[in-house]
T-cell receptor, first 113, second 111 residues
């Protein structure tokens, strides 16, 4: 157990819908990262927040957005969902801004039908 | 650009050694290694930074050739618990955050 929690564990929704994935980092960790893992694309970095502010952005679609709240938990919002958005979404946390190990949560499996 | 990992898969018997390679066409600032078991989250193994600094577990070793933009992960005296998919994540900037992961190397250790 990494200490990072993610909810929900599974999510099944229809195309066009909007969902919110939640992540609680390890106690004391200021950085939160979001990743998407699909079979054909591998593990892709989406976005990083550090102490409430966006720090780095990866291949995140405009339909996706994220934020980190004052209590350091983070949410990833996915809207206008498409079949191709079906994937495992991981959240990871780290005590520092960069160059440090990341602790991954168990992931949220999103299925878009 | 996604780093290239080799081999794609390797099967070992317990006690054997393996080397997993990761190469990039771009200059690298850091290389991060993770292992993921089926159905589980990735677990940190090692970070190698430009300039030679390393952070990681004692039983895992790795190298980082800055001139060739390559990293290798060395797994010695493999154990059954080493089975999983190994990913390298590379950072071509100084942020240390925007990692691009390779497609992974599937390692199977048999008794």
């Amino acid at each position: 157990d990494s200490g990072v929690t993610q909810t929900p564990k599974h999510l099944i929704t229809a195309t066009g819908q909007r969902v919110t994935l939640r992540c609680s980092p390890r106690s004391g960790d200021l950085s939160v990262y979001w990743y998407q893992q699909s079979l054909d694309q591998g593990l892709q970095f989406l976005i990083q927040y550090y102490n409430g502010e966006e720090r780095a952005k990866g291949n995140i679609l405009e339909r996706f957005s994220a934020q980190q709240f004052p209590d350091l938990h983070s949410e990833l919002n996915l809207s206008s969902l498409e079949l191709g958005d079906s994937a495992l979404y991981f959240c990871a946390s780290s005590p520092r801004r960069s160059f440090y190990e990341q602790y991954f949560g168990p992931g949220t499996r999103l299925t878009v039908t | 650009q996604q780093p290239v990992q080799s081999p794609q898969a390797v099967i070992l018997r317990e006690g054997e050694d393996a080397v997993i390679n990761c190469s990039s066409s771009k200059a690298l600032y850091s290389v991060h290694w993770y292992r993921q078991k089926h159905g589980e989250a990735p677990v940190f193994l090692m970070i190698l930074l430009k300039g030679g600094e390393q952070k990681g577990h004692e039983k895992i070793s790795a190298s980082f050739n800055e001139k060739k933009q390559q990293s290798s992960l060395y797994l010695t005296a493999s154990q059954l618990s080493y089975s999983g998919t190994y990913f390298c994540g590379t950072d071509t900037e100084t942020s240390g955050s925007r990692l691009t992961f390779g497609e992974g190397t599937q390692l199977t250790v048999n008794p």
